[in-house]
């Protein structure tokens, strides 16, 4: 069976710093990879997607990137982190060209508080 | 850009009651599906839907697709305790690999 891990669980990051949330992704090959992120008591708004290694798509202009270093890996990163970056990140995946394949299915989710 | 509205925007229930919610879209959508999420969790997918007028169970949970393929419905039937938390609903387009999402239906237990 498939499984998504994210981490860390939690972070407390000054102002300017950088940031690296990872996810990975076990018992599936060549999954479509999603970060959203998620302000308090809101909706998820889509920040990136990747449909292969190296392959990025950016759907909102921030001070955040994203990358894709092996097929089951997906890396959220920032140089400085802003106030307005804390929130609760998630990732997904689905199968992509799979029957079902725009079911997405969500990890444990990163709390990040920049201070 | 495509936008999708979720009413209600929260909820009380009584235990043993049925409630329900829905989703509208300004556009079309081939695939809708429904999330919930507990406090400090990522979404569980609940129900996938991708045919118009599509109506699909899973245990005390009923959704449909909406035959204009511009809405969608879920409803809870007998609820307990455990129902508490957020509702979203999620649509495709007709091309792409991306979800939008509906802002959440809150489900609270009353007081």
């Known amino acids: 069976s498939q499984t998504i891990h994210q981490w860390p669980a939690t972070l407390v990051q000054p102002v300017g710093s950088p940031l690296s949330l990872e996810c990975t992704v076990e018992?599936?090959?060549?999954?479509?990879l999603y970060w959203y992120r998620q302000a308090a008591g809101r909706g998820l708004q889509l920040l990136f997607y990747s449909v292969g290694i190296g392959q990025i798509s950016s759907e909102v202009p921030q001070n955040l990137s994203a990358s894709r270093p092996q097929d089951r890996q997906f890396i959220l990163s920032s140089k400085k982190l802003l106030l307005s970056d804390s929130g609760f990140y998630l990732c997904a995946w689905n199968p992509g060209g799979a029957h079902r394949a725009h079911e997405q299915y969500f990890g444990p989710g990163t709390r990040l508080t920049v201070t | 850009g495509q936008q999708l509205n979720q009413s209600p925007q929260s909820m009380f229930i009584q235990e043993g009651e049925d409630v329900s919610m829905n989703c509208t879209s300004s556009s079309i959508f081939n695939t809708w599906l429904w999330y919930k999420q507990d406090p400090g969790e990522g979404p569980v997918l609940l129900i996938a839907?991708?045919?118009?007028?599509e109506l699909t169970s899973n245990g005390r949970l009923t959704a449909q697709f909406g035959i204009t393929r511009k809405d969608s419905f879920l409803n809870i039937s007998a609820s307990i305790p455990s129902d508490v938390g957020i509702y979203f609903c999620a649509g495709r387009e007709a091309a792409g690999n991306k979800l939008t999402f509906g802002g959440g239906t809150r489900v609270l237990v009353k007081p």
């Open positions: 018992g599936t090959s060549n999954p479509n």
């Open positions: 839907l991708y045919k118009a007028g």
